[in-house]
């Protein structure tokens, strides 16, 4: 990201004004703040979800615009909250739409799915649907289709949302099968948080800038 | 995997999706079906009233209705459906998943136009069956499957204005009542229940400036043996021309939703 600003409608004051950040293969990136700070903006920003009013923002030379589809392949988002979830499917059904719609090859879609499922331990939910299971369990699914397609980057914002201690465990240990394979992510989430895992880098959104926490 | 495959397998995705939630709900079919039915015997019954000059008989009246019941059901379906469907993707979230696809928001709005028509087509066609059998709906058997290739390209006419709809709901959030105007007014001058005839003259331009019309004529024509207005060949142009111009002028509005929203931040507000 570079110079990235963001304004929103009515308001003077920047949330986002001019933050640059370069994440490095095979790391892990904290971003804290207070509530309203900006985090949750600046994540979506990289994930090509809303534009910046000024700056860039680029994955592996990707523009999130020129070359969304590929830019899109390379991430994956974990939004806040616990929303993005289709209450009448199965959590097989969730995994097996999202492969196909992250444009995940044919012959692998069965493997990466069981592999999702066997990874974050829902192969005992699988069948079930997603209005049946606790707020825990759901987010383990929401978590299970952001790493899913193997994606270079991945942003979360606040994901320990409803996760137990078990579902931390394996947050971490995706996230550190990723930094292995030369991924990275960015952590949003309030400061004083307990992450379960030690980021490489730590910066907090203050006043629109983005420094080291 | 080819970019082409990927974006055919991603549409069949969503496709798959809203036949699974369709499904979910074990007695909606049912509701659809018996709603159509009871339109049909309504619609029977009423037609028993009539004997005019316009239309010839009861019976030609009844045929007449019941062709523009199923295309309405159709019409409501893919325009009126989309709107709500896709408003409920908001709340839910899900939209914003969609829009950080690959696949991304444009085709996933596409894709989401698929099932709501088949379904309803569907709905149709057995409609039409208990018509026939129920009221002894003079159906043409030899002419009746050129309705296939005509609700094929009436897919392809249906479509642009539940995209249109799906960008003034991405654009403003509320659209519910902009799809009911929409399908209210083509249900007045597009001949769904009367003949374009009756309407006064200076509305009656109205019936040539949009599909419903041709589609009507045209599947009137080939299910019922109604006469058509115009000649077959104008009445397929026609059918074919709009799309051409509706379709990318109705991608072109979302695509410009899109962009402002994305922009604006607005994207996943509801």
């Keep these: 990201m570079r110079g990235v600003v963001k304004r929103w409608r009515g308001q003077r004051t920047a949330v986002l004004d001019g933050v640059s950040l370069d994440v490095t293969p095979g790391t892990v990136t904290w971003v804290g703040g207070r509530n309203g700070a900006g985090k949750t903006t600046l994540l979506r920003i990289a994930a090509g979800l809303i534009m910046a009013d000024e700056g860039t923002c680029t994955l592996r030379g990707l523009d999130p615009e020129r070359d969304r589809r590929k830019y899109q392949t390379n991430l994956g988002f974990l939004s806040g909250g616990n929303a993005g979830l289709y209450a009448r499917l199965s959590v097989r059904a969730h995994l097996e739409m999202w492969s196909r719609l992250a444009f995940v090859p044919r012959q692998s879609h069965r493997a990466l799915v069981d592999r999702a499922l066997a990874r974050f331990e829902l192969v005992e939910l699988a069948d079930r649907r997603v209005d049946r299971m606790s707020m825990g369990q759901r987010q383990r699914l929401r978590v299970a289709m952001t790493f899913l397609h193997e994606p270079v980057l991945v942003l979360l914002d606040e994901p320990r949302n409803s996760l137990d201690l078990d579902g931390l465990a394996l947050l971490v240990r995706a996230l550190e099968d990723l930094r292995v394979r030369g991924g990275a992510a960015i952590w949003c989430s309030p400061i004083g948080e307990e992450l379960g895992t030690e980021p490489d880098v730590r910066l907090v959104v203050e006043d629109g800038k983005l420094v080291p926490a | ?270």
């Design chain 2, 1 to 270: 995997m080819t970019v082409a495959a990927g974006y055919i397998s991603a549409g069949l995705a969503l496709v798959k999706r809203d036949v699974l939630l369709f499904f979910s709900y074990r007695f909606r079919w049912i509701s659809q079906l018996v709603q159509v039915v009871l339109s049909m015997t309504l619609f029977f019954y009423i037609s028993r009233l009539v004997g005019t000059g316009r239309l010839g008989a009861a019976d030609d009246y009844f045929a007449f209705a019941v062709v523009g019941i199923v295309v309405l059901q159709v019409l409501t379906a893919t325009v009126g459906l989309m709107p709500i469907a896709l408003r409920q993707e908001l709340v839910a979230g899900t939209f914003e998943r969609l829009v950080i696809s690959p696949f991304g928001a444009l085709g996933s709005v596409a894709a989401m136009t698929v099932f709501p028509f088949a379904s309803s087509l569907a709905i149709g066609v057995a409609a039409l069956a208990f018509a026939a059998v129920a009221f002894d709906l003079p159906l043409q058997w030899p002419s009746a499957a050129l309705a296939i290739p005509i609700a094929a390209v009436a897919a392809l006419n249906f479509a642009p204005f539940g995209v249109l709809l799906a960008g003034a709901v991405i654009a403003v959030k509320q659209a519910g009542a902009g799809a009911t105007y929409v399908i209210t007014f083509f249900s007045l001058v597009g001949g769904f229940f009367f003949p374009i005839t009756l309407l006064p003259g200076w509305v009656q331009w109205l019936s040539e400036v949009q599909p419903f019309t041709p589609t009507l004529d045209l599947l009137r024509h080939v299910l019922v043996g109604s006469p058509l207005r115009e000649s077959a060949l104008i009445a397929v142009v026609k059918l074919c021309a709009f799309p051409l111009v509706l379709g990318p002028l109705s991608l072109l509005v979302l695509r410009s939703a899109l962009r402002l929203t994305r922009r604006r931040g607005t994207i996943a507000e509801y």
